[in-house]
Structure formats: C-alpha cells, structure tokens
C-alpha cells in the first residue's frame, strides 16, 4: 500500500439524537465538537439522526413519525384497515 493516501482512522463517539444514546466506534469522519466519554477521554462527537438504537428494522419497534398530519390524512383518505 502507498503511505499517506489514506485517512487517519481514530474513536469518535456518534450520539443518536432521536434515541439519546451513543456508541463509541473508529472512524475516518471529522468533527470540530467534542464530548467526554465514560473513560474519562474527550473524543470527536458526530451527531447522527438515526442509528440502530433508532432504527425500527433493528430494534423491532415500530414508530410513526408523524409530520404535518401525514398519517391522519392518509387513513382518512383509505380508512384504517385492521
């Protein structure tokens, strides 16, 4: 392999906003934010929207987010079938 062609793998920490948890990995992504983790150490923090944490097809939940009555207009227009 070539030196120095390749980003610089280091822990970031990645905090789900939507399930308020977050996961301590490796990562070649930059991040000006910091957070101090359970270990005492400050590492990069990467905010992300979804996760598996979040995720329904790995956790198993289902969840509605609903935006603007979205759900409400689409039963009201096919009807709720059970």
Aim: charged residues 25%.
């Amino acid at each position: 392999m070539r030196s120095g062609i390749h980003p610089v793998s280091r822990p970031v920490v990645f905090r789900d906003r939507a399930a308020d948890t977050a996961f301590l990995t490796t990562s070649t992504a930059r991040s000006v934010r910091t957070i101090e983790w359970s270990d005492g150490n400050t590492y990069p923090l990467i905010d992300v929207e979804i996760s598996s944490a979040s995720h329904p097809f790995y956790t198993g939940n289902t969840r509605v987010v609903d935006t603007a009555g979205r759900v409400e207009r689409f039963e009201r227009r096919y009807g709720r079938q059970s």
